[in-house]
């Protein structure tokens, strides 16, 4: 088997990928729930190993240095439950620790470094073992499942994400500055993401573009599901 290649024996992978703010976790979790798949947050691994890190005391400036040996050392796993998979770091579940305002402002930095990648890659990719998986994030159909069944790509406007950021951050959206803000905010966000030189944010050759501006979510969640079963069901 080829590095990559996967043999689900259950079912296909489903990978949604796209920029910051267009959905693709949220998405992704529903559409795994409708049709019965297991929802990978690719996301949440890498919140983990900040959390991991700032817990260790290590300055920011210094995880470049950091090798891929000490990063599985620290123990950031996954299991699977009924319908996702429970994140852990050392002996414990982490869940709410992984939403907090450092960790946010930290794990874009960390995303960028190769140990980081190299670590959480056979995590997540033995997270497809079975098939039925559903996975989000920003590689997950070039990198992480290059031979996905079906790969989707989620994009909104720049302006509609920035609104939409606002309101799970518990915002107001109505003011301008607020706005203008939260999209340089994530202007600049796309630029690192894109340039960045291990697992750049890209649409696969193969993946299906859904423009997610003028859909309410029911109906881009309906979207990848009508997507997902033409696609697998002959």
Do not use: N
């Amino acid at each position: 088997m080829t590095v990559g290649e996967h043999r689900p024996s259950e079912g296909p992978i489903v990978t949604v990928d796209g920029p910051a703010g267009s959905g693709k976790s949220s998405t992704a979790k529903a559409v795994a729930r409708v049709l019965g798949y297991r929802h990978l947050d690719s996301g949440a691994l890498y919140r983990a190993l900040t959390l991991a890190l700032l817990q260790e005391g290590i300055a920011a400036d210094r995880w470049p240095d950091v090798s891929e040996e000490f990063l599985r050392a620290l123990d950031v796993d996954m299991r699977p439950t009924d319908e996702a998979f429970s994140v852990w770091v050392g002996s414990r579940v982490v869940d709410s620790e992984l939403r907090t305002e450092e960790v946010t402002d930290h794990v874009s930095h960390l995303a960028r470094l190769p140990a980081v990648r190299g670590c959480l890659l056979d995590l997540q990719r033995r997270a497809g073992a079975s098939g039925r998986l559903v996975a989000d994030g920003r590689d997950m159909g070039t990198v992480v499942f290059p031979h996905a069944e079906v790969k989707v790509y989620l994009v909104a406007d720049v302006a509609e994400r920035a609104r939409r950021r606002l309101l799970q951050e518990g915002a107001p959206t109505g003011g301008e500055a607020d706005l203008a803000l939260q999209i340089e905010t994530i202007t600049d966000r796309d630029r690192r993401d894109s340039e960045r030189d291990i697992s750049p944010l890209r649409k696969a050759d193969d993946a299906h573009e859904i423009d997610t501006t003028r859909l309410d979510f029911q109906d881009q969640v309906a979207a990848v599901v009508t997507l997902v079963r033409r696609l697998t069901i002959s």
